[in-house]
Structure formats: structure tokens, C-alpha cells
């Protein structure tokens, strides 16, 4: 692999000619994802620069999200995190997911009637004790769990749902489908949460791994509520994209 050299008669600091040399490269797709950059003292030698000046240039790559350092082994690339646009909009992750040509499986954990709990009832505005239908599933994309998301609709709004086959199925396909339940809007909260043992065991990360927790209620053209979640997110595969004009 070969680097520019460094203009030293230049006003640009040595470092940053070697940050924006590193960062070619990996824009580029020649440093790919967790793929190790040379040492510092490669570095150091490979540009005739002191350690100084690599370590400068490396903490900017850090702090850029391009790379990531791990201690005794030294700098790697950071993996790209996939950009999902439907915290803006009504459509699913999945659906960005699969335009953007990554393959989704959707794994039913659980389906079942109970009775809404107090944070289910305030969401959808119903009584509390009402039945609703409670669906647990595991995303994965290409292989890797992606997403844990936990559902609850009111039942008489969708009756027979705690039976319907939703392996691999999107819900609001099967909703607009089988009930005429068309989104009309929503509100979505993020927050940076931490999993508990169960959860973590499901997403194949530590209790310790910061994740996206995004809790949402969406409602129906005359203001019914029909549907509230709450999502974990992989936040180390994950970035979500607001464009506000």
C-alpha cells in the first residue's frame, strides 16, 4: 500500500496531511472495516514524522468515527454504520433495510392477548386492563441481530392478530392487509439505554453495551392510537438519519 508524501513546505500541519492520507484510504474501501492500520511506528517511518504527529493525526481519525483504537493491538477501521431514514417517516427500518439490498429476517420471540399495563394504556389512550396484543421480535440483517422490539395493539382493532403467522412478515404489511389500518402518524423517543441480561443474551451483546431505545406510538387517520413499541437497537450498527428543511 502506498501513501502521498507530505508537503512540509505547506501551511497544512503534518498531521492533518496524514489524517486526510488515512482517511482516503478508507473512504476508499482499501482500509476496510476492522481492518488494522499500520502501527505507530510504522506510520511514523512510512512519513518520516515523529509519534507525535501520527498520534495527533490518529486521535482526529478517532473522533471522526473512522477509526477505533483497542489497547496492546492497536488502531483499527471502524465498520460503517447503516443510515436509517424512518424515525422521520412512516415507512419500517425494514423497508430501508432492504432498499438498500441487506437481507432482513424477522423472527417471532412471542405473541400473545393480555391486559394493558399502565405505560400501554397511557400510549394508546385505553383503559388500563384492556386486552391487547403483545408481539416480541428479533430482527436480524445478514445474519447479525439488529433489533429487539416489543409491541402492543388493542385488541379489538385487530382481531386474530396473536394467531396470524408473522415470521419474516412486516407488521404494518399484514395490518394494512388484513385490518385496513393505514398509518396516518407518529411520535418516536430516543434514548441511550442499557440492556438487561435477557436482552443482551438476544442481541448477542453484554449487559455493558450502550444501545438506541426507541419507543413510539402511531395512530390512525381519526386520531385512534393503534400501535406502540418500544425498539432496542444495535447502536454499534446503527445511525439514524433526521433531515429537517
Same mark, same amino acid.
Given at each position: 500500500m502506498t501513501y502521498p508524501r507530505l508537503n512540509r513546505d505547506g501551511a497544512e500541519p503534518l498531521w492533518m496531511q496524514l489524517m486526510r492520507a488515512l482517511r482516503t484510504r478508507i473512504d476508499s474501501g482499501e482500509l476496510g472495516p476492522d481492518q488494522?492500520?499500520?502501527?505507530?511506528a510504522e506510520l511514523s517511518d512510512m512519513f518520516s514524522v515523529s509519534r507525535t504527529v501520527v498520534r495527533?493525526?490518529?486521535?482526529? /481519525?478517532? !473522533?471522526?468515527? =473512522?477509526?477505533?483504537?483497542?489497547k496492546g493491538r492497536g488502531a483499527f477501521v471502524s465498520p460503517r454504520k447503516t443510515e436509517l431514514r424512518f424515525i422521520g417517516?412512516?415507512?419500517g427500518s425494514a423497508d430501508d433495510l432492504r432498499e438498500?439490498?441487506?437481507r432482513v429476517t424477522t423472527h417471532t420471540v412471542r405473541q400473545a392477548l393480555g391486559e394493558a399495563d399502565e405505560r400501554e394504556a397511557a /400510549?394508546? !389512550?385505553?383503559? =388500563?386492563g384492556e386486552q391487547v396484543v403483545r408481539i416480541r421480535r428479533l430482527r436480524r440483517v445478514d445474519g447479525q441481530p439488529w433489533l429487539l422490539v416489543d409491541t402492543a395493539l388493542p385488541a379489538?382493532?385487530?382481531p386474530g392478530l396473536e394467531r396470524a403467522v408473522l415470521e419474516n412478515q412486516s407488521l404494518y404489511?399484514?395490518?394494512?392487509?388484513?385490518?385496513?389500518?393505514?398509518?396516518?402518524?407518529?411520535?418516536?423517543?430516543?434514548e441511550a439505554v442499557f440492556p438487561d441480561r435477557e436482552d443482551a443474551s438476544m442481541l448477542?451483546?453484554?449487559?455493558?453495551?450502550?444501545?438506541l431505545g426507541i419507543e413510539s406510538v402511531a395512530w390512525l387517520d381519526d386520531n385512534t392510537r393503534f400501535e406502540a413499541y418500544y425498539a432496542l437497537h444495535r447502536s454499534d450498527q446503527t445511525r439514524f438519519y433526521v433531515g429537517i428543511r
Open positions: 488494522p492500520l499500520p502501527s505507530e495527533e493525526a490518529l486521535r482526529e /481519525l478517532v !473522533q471522526q468515527r =473512522l477509526i477505533y483504537k483497542v417517516s412512516m415507512s438498500s439490498g441487506r /400510549l394508546l !389512550q385505553i383503559p =388500563l379489538r382493532l385487530v404489511d399484514v395490518l394494512r392487509r388484513r385490518y385496513g389500518l393505514e398509518p396516518a402518524a407518529a411520535d418516536r423517543w430516543i448477542e451483546v453484554s449487559t455493558s453495551t450502550p444501545l
